[in-house]
């Protein structure tokens, strides 16, 4: 049998290319929170041009919202308003939980999340369906649904990036105290939900 004889030189070069990808790959820094951040402002910046639209028509008409248009019901929209600021308390303990490497209460605060989240849109539907005004009621109803109907979108966006972090996290150390970006992302996408949920609530039921 002839016997094989292992190249000193070629284990050397291949450990040099092996170390060189490792060492190139640890250069490059992690961009996603920044990738993010500007996706925020990008989805901030049309919620801005959908309030300033709506302060102008306000701000234009003679009467706001047009005579006829039946008033908007406060209770409904104001349990909906509680439930989805207290439900961004909620997700900050599951970010709280994971750098505490503690999994099964980041999933437990995920999961009562996403369950705020399902209960919000139920609110907002049934809002809808009590509604004595359609789409093409008048320039307020269209603002009111297109406005609305905008932030429910997020929310349904939300509460999915939280099922899916919920589905990843199954897999035994997906997440950990050094490894946690979906977290953060879905913690950070909710509290931008959260915030122009605020604004829409004041614009359309207070002022």
């Known amino acids: 049998m002839s016997q094989q004889t292992i190249d000193p030189a070629k284990t050397a070069l291949n450990y040099h290319h092996t170390a060189e990808a490792v060492a190139h790959h640890?250069?490059?820094p992690d961009h996603?929170?920044?990738g993010l951040i500007v996706f925020l402002i990008a989805e901030g910046m049309?919620?801005?041009g959908l309030f300033g639209a709506y302060l102008a028509f306000r701000s234009t008409l003679p009467a706001w919202p047009p005579e006829g248009t039946p008033e908007l019901e406060l209770l409904l929209p104001g349990i909906n308003t509680i439930n989805l600021i207290s439900s961004s308390f909620v997700i900050h303990n599951a970010d709280t939980a994971i750098k505490k490497n503690n999994v099964r209460g980041m999933q437990m605060w995920f999961a009562i999340t996403a369950v705020m989240g399902i209960i919000f849109?139920?609110?907002?539907?049934?809002e809808y369906y009590h509604l004595e005004f359609g789409l093409t009621t008048n320039l307020f109803a269209s603002a009111f649904f297109v406005?609305?109907?905008f932030?429910?979108?997020h929310v349904t966006i939300g509460v999915l990036a939280i099922l899916a972090v919920l589905w990843r996290s199954l897999k035994p150390g997906h997440y950990s105290k050094e490894k946690h970006f979906g977290?953060?992302?879905a913690e950070i996408y909710w509290h931008f939900v959260d915030v122009i949920w605020i604004i829409l609530f004041g614009l359309l039921y207070i002022l």
């Not at 849109?121 to 049934?126: F, N, R």
């Open 147 to 149: 406005l609305t109907g």
């Open 121 to 126: 849109l139920a609110g907002q539907l049934y």
């Open 151 to 153: 932030h429910g979108l």
């Open 32 to 34: 996603r929170l920044f």
């Open 26 to 28: 640890e250069e490059h």
């Open 46 to 48: 049309i919620f801005m």
């Open 183 to 185: 977290i953060e992302a």
